[in-house]
């Protein structure tokens, strides 16, 4: 599974000229695999407590399916026409 690297955001008017932003988001993947780290840590530490209520399995699923679902995003693409604007975003 390899993550969305950058995401394209576009709006336009239709009588005027759009805005496209571009947002590098592989500069913050480093910062998102140290959160993933620290919530894997903190559930490895809480795993024990919900042993007894069967929340294990869950708890420690958290962050990898997370991450999965982020990876997922890759090739994502929404585009929203209304009456008087337009918003399109691409996951590169």
């Known amino acids: 599974m390899i993550p969305p690297w950058l995401i ?28 993933a780290a620290l919530m894997m840590l903190m559930a490895l530490l809480v795993a024990p407590f919900v042993w007894r209520a069967g929340w294990t399995k869950r708890v420690l699923l958290f962050v990898p399916c997370a991450l ?13 026409i209304g009456a008087d604007s337009e ?6």
Not at 8 to 35: K, T
Not at 87 to 92: D, G, I
């Open 8 to 35: 394209h955001l576009r709006i336009r008017r239709p009588g005027g000229r759009g805005v496209g932003l571009w947002l590098p988001v592989l500069l913050l993947w480093p910062l998102i695999w140290m959160v």
């Open 68 to 80: 999965a679902l982020l990876s997922a995003t890759k090739g994502l693409e929404v585009s929203v």
């Open 87 to 92: 918003f399109r975003l691409k996951c590169y």
